[in-house]
Structure formats: structure tokens, C-alpha cells
């Protein structure tokens, strides 16, 4: 299956994309590409002066480069500005930022040669994964200057999973190096596709993190022997909002039937908030991420090339702007790196609840003999560890400032390093709800006798124990935790 860009691709065709699919380019696209480098041949002949096409870059803006020295300029750019460290990204990740390049250039106003649009596409094709380090952006240059190295025959990749340079990589997949031309170096390390391609993933992984927080959540909530007159559609309705709504939707879909829900019905006044804020919490998230998304789809649809070429070969229009700036996106990854720490938390407290015998009327952390059994006692502190985690790492990253380039750059909005939390984060909530979905279904081990489990929850339960048994001191946990966090991140949970 391929992806195709036609005019403009969302953050669901780049998740595909990160996830194995190619991507192509109508035919329509390819005369936007050919069109725009036509127009910088143009202004290469002319000498019109041009950002990053005759003259150098960042704080060098104003310093002319003669005709004979702009490619040199090009490969410069690229070598000088791969200054990436730390551990590399995932190759879904590396995937997703090569796809958000060449949407950018699909655009038809960055200039670059068709060539180099071909090469990139043939990398998503032939599985050649250029090793990009994660860390040392504070925008965008780094990490596609990475990409850009294996181009040229430099720096280094992976074809196949088989690590080797980016001369070997490029051999091996049939291609041979490129020689930049003008303004090609610039546009390849320029504008936001690192930040947006992470984001699109960070998307994919959230979305499924959402629907199991809601599932993980209904198991929950049986075994606490909620109240489910909270969540009422009529008084859900008071608060208005799709997210609470959605999320009020599944619970009830899931407990429908539930006899140990009809067992519980008015033991309690109402649930501690762990349990009965489970659709305003899970329904802001899912909120934040609509808005979140839209904001990425606006990005794929937006020119992030500076500077951007348009008009024709004969008129060539060069404009020198900030479309590489994306405060928007940075902002997005903040806030939704926010309300998922958020769902983390709240998933923690819910998993206490059942560990607690103070509160949850089932053997003390669960374990089948307490005492000489520990049980999930240090599980929740697992989950505590990892909560808080993630309260440090909400920090906003886009109000981090910073000045660089000689003060030419004195506005720094970090969309990549936003991103980047936001799959931290990710990780983290995904674990936590891991440990929860884990001690529910040890709850509801001890509660066979009591009342039987809604079918909604029952397939949930269902999954877990064809993944991880019930536990009795006899393993180490971290072993189910892993299990548990990878059924969480590669799929969906049983339909509601």
C-alpha cells in the first residue's frame, strides 16, 4: 500500500508512512517540485540576491557567495549543521521526518531539484533509515542535516537493519551520492519537518494510548464497583464537550451488563475523583489531541521553507520569511504532552486505589498471601516514579527562549524539542497504564466469585491473561510490564 500526495497529506498519511508504507507523488506534484527548482536555476543565472541561494546563512544572511561556491555552500550547510548527539531516533521516526520533508517540498516553493525528492522517497522505499541523534535542536536544522549527510555519501544509515556509511547505504540500494546545487544544502536541513514528522507519530501512538486509557479505565472501575449514575449521558450533557461525551460513550458501552456493577449500586454517595472524573480528565485529553492534530495537519499543509521560491522562471519571486518558525506546533506537542501526563497520573491514582486494602476491599496489594507476598506493592511505585516523570517533563518546552546565530536568530519557539517530551511522555503513560491494566486484572481475580464481569470488560480481561497470568510472587513483574505496555502500544483494545 502507498501513500500518495496529491496537494497536501495529514498526520494520519505520515503515521502510515512511519509505519511501513511508501510514499509517492502525483504527477502533479512533481511539476510543483520541477517548477520551483526552475525558478532558482533562474535565479541562480540572473544572481538575483536570495537567502541562502547566493548568500550564506543564519547571521551570514547578508554575505554574498559568487556563483562558483554555491554548491560548495550546499554541501557546506549540510556538513556544518549535522551536529546532532545522543541516542538515535526510532526508525519510525526517521521515517516520519523524511515523508514531512517531502511533503514540504511537494509544495513546489522550496527549490530543490527532483533528484533529491526521488532519493528521499527511494530511502522510505528501499528501507534505508539514515542515523539521525535525537538531541541538538532547538527548531529543525540538526536532524534533517543527518538525513541530508546520507545523500551526499557521508554520514552513516541503516539498510535492512545493517549499519553502515552513507556512501555503503546509498550503493546498496542502488543510488549514488548527490551533488547539492544552490539553495539544495539550505532547504534540506530548513523548515519544520523534523518537528512534524514526530509530532504525526506522536499522534498515531496517542490516539491508541487514549482509546486503551478508557479501556484500562472501564476494568477499573468494575473492580472499584463504581457508581455509574456519573456518568449519565443527560448529565455528562452539563458540561459540554465532545471528549467528555466520547469518553462517557465508551464507559457505559463497556459496563453495560456488568453484574458487579449492579452489585456495588448505591454503596458509595459518589466515587473519589480518580474514578468518577474519569470522562472530564480521559475527555480534556482527547480534546487537546483533536486540536493538537488539526494544528499538525495545518503544518503538512503549510510551505516551512525559508526562504520560498514562487512566480516562474521568467518572474521569480524569492521571499525571505519565518515559515520554519512553528510556535503553533510547538505549542500543540506542549499541551498535549500535558493532558497525557494528566491521564498518566490519574491512571496511577486508579491503580493505588485497587492496591490499597484501606479503600479497595480486596487483599492487601493484591497479593494472593499477603505478607510473606508483596504483590503489586512496588508496581504502584513504579507507576508513582513514572507519573512524576512525567509532571517534570510537561514543562513547556516552546517557552524555553534561547539566542543563537549572532542574535539574527533571537526567538527560538522549540517545536522539535516539544515533540520530542511529548514521545517521552508517551512512553511513560503507556507504561503506567500497562502496571494499571495489569493490577485491574488481578483485582477482578479475586472478585470471580462475587458477580460476573460486563462483556466489554470481560474481553479486556480476556487479552490480558493470554499475556500475562495472575500473579503470585513467582516472577519477576517487569516482565508482564513490558507485555502489557507492548499490547498498549501496537494495537487497539477489544472494540466497547
Not at 498515531?204 to 487514549?210: D, F, M
Not at 477499573?220 to 443527560?234: I, K, P, R, S, V
Request: aromatic fraction near 4%; charged fraction near 20%.
Amino acid at each position: 500500500m502507498t501513500v500518495t500526495i496529491h496537494d497536501v497529506i495529514g498526520w494520519r498519511d505520515i503515521g502510515r508512512v512511519a509505519e511501513g508504507k511508501t510514499l509517492l507523488l502525483s504527477p502533479a506534484a512533481w511539476e510543483r517540485v520541477d517548477l520551483a527548482s526552475r525558478i532558482v536555476e533562474r535565479i541562480v543565472e540572473t544572481g538575483v540576491r536570495a537567502y541562502g541561494v547566493n548568500t550564506g546563512v543564519g547571521a551570514l544572511s547578508d554575505t554574498v557567495v559568487d556563483r562558483p561556491s554555491q554548491s560548495r555552500l550546499s554541501r557546506n550547510i549540510v556538513l556544518s549543521h549535522a551536529c546532532g548527539v545522543g541516542e538515535r531516533l526510532a526508525p519510525r521516526e526517521v521515517r516520519a521526518v523524511i515523508a514531512a520533508q517531502i511533503a514540504n517540498f511537494a509544495h513546489g516553493h522550496s527549490g530543490v531539484r527532483p533528484e533529491i525528492v526521488r532519493h528521499l522517497a527511494a530511502f522510505l522505499e528501499k528501507d534505508c533509515i539514515p542515523d539521525v541523534p535525537s538531541k541538538g535542536s532547538v527548531g529543525y536544522l540538526t536532524h534533517n542535516a543527518h538525513t541530508a549527510l546520507v545523500l551526499i555519501g557521508e554520514g552513516s544509515a541503516r539498510v535492512g537493519g545493517k549499519a553502515m556509511s552513507g556512501r555503503e547505504a546509498l550503493a546498496a540500494i542502488g543510488l549514488a551520492p548527490l551533488v547539492l546545487g544552490a539553495k539544495e544544502g539550505l532547504s534540506l536541513v530548513n523548515g519544520t519537518a523534523c518537528a512534524t514528522g514526530l509530532a504525526s507519530v506522536a499522534l498515531l501512538r496517542a490516539e491508541r494510548l487514549l482509546d486503551w486509557a478508557d479501556a484500562v479505565a472501564a476494568l477499573t472501575l468494575e473492580a472499584a464497583g463504581c457508581q455509574m449514575a456519573a456518568f449519565d449521558d443527560a448529565v455528562l450533557a452539563m458540561r459540554p464537550s465532545q471528549g467528555i461525551a466520547a469518553v462517557g460513550a465508551s464507559l457505559r458501552a463497556r459496563l453495560n451488563g456488568s453484574g458487579l456493577i449492579r452489585a456495588a449500586l448505591g454503596n458509595r454517595t459518589q466515587d473519589a475523583l480518580s474514578l468518577r472524573a474519569v470522562p472530564h480528565a480521559h475527555g480534556a485529553a482527547r480534546d487537546v489531541f483533536d486540536n493538537s492534530a488539526a494544528v499538525v495537519d495545518r503544518e503538512l499543509a503549510s510551505v516551512t521553507d525559508n526562504p520560498a521560491v514562487s512566480g516562474t522562471p521568467d518572474d521569480p519571486v524569492v521571499s525571505s520569511e519565518a515559515h520554519a518558525v512553528a510556535p503553533a506546533l510547538g505549542q500543540a506537542a506542549d499541551a498535549l504532552a500535558i493532558a497525557l501526563t494528566q491521564i498518566g497520573a490519574m491512571s496511577e491514582r486508579r491503580m493505588d486505589r485497587l492496591v490499597n486494602p484501606l479503600v479497595s476491599g480486596l487483599p492487601a496489594f493484591l497479593a494472593s498471601d499477603a505478607g510473606s507476598n508483596s504483590g503489586f506493592m512496588i508496581a504502584q511505585y513504579t507507576a508513582a516514579a513514572l507519573a512524576n516523570e512525567n509532571r517534570r517533563l510537561a514543562a513547556p518546552a516552546s517557552t524555553d527562549g534561547g539566542l543563537t546565530s549572532a542574535l539574527q536568530e533571537d526567538f527560538l519557539a522549540h517545536p522539535t524539542a516539544a515533540a520530542n517530551k511529548l514521545l517521552s511522555v508517551i512512553d511513560n503513560a503507556e507504561y503506567i497504564l500497562a502496571i494499571e491494566l495489569m493490577a485491574a486484572a488481578q483485582a477482578h481475580d479475586f472478585l470471580a466469585s462475587t458477580a460476573s464481569r460486563a462483556r466489554g470488560t470481560d474481553d479486556i480481561y480476556k487479552l490480558v491473561r493470554g499475556r500475562a497470568a495472575h500473579y503470585a510472587d513467582d516472577r519477576p513483574l517487569n516482565g508482564d510490564i513490558e507485555a502489557l505496555r507492548t499490547l498498549i502500544r501496537e494495537g487497539a483494545p477489544p472494540p466497547a
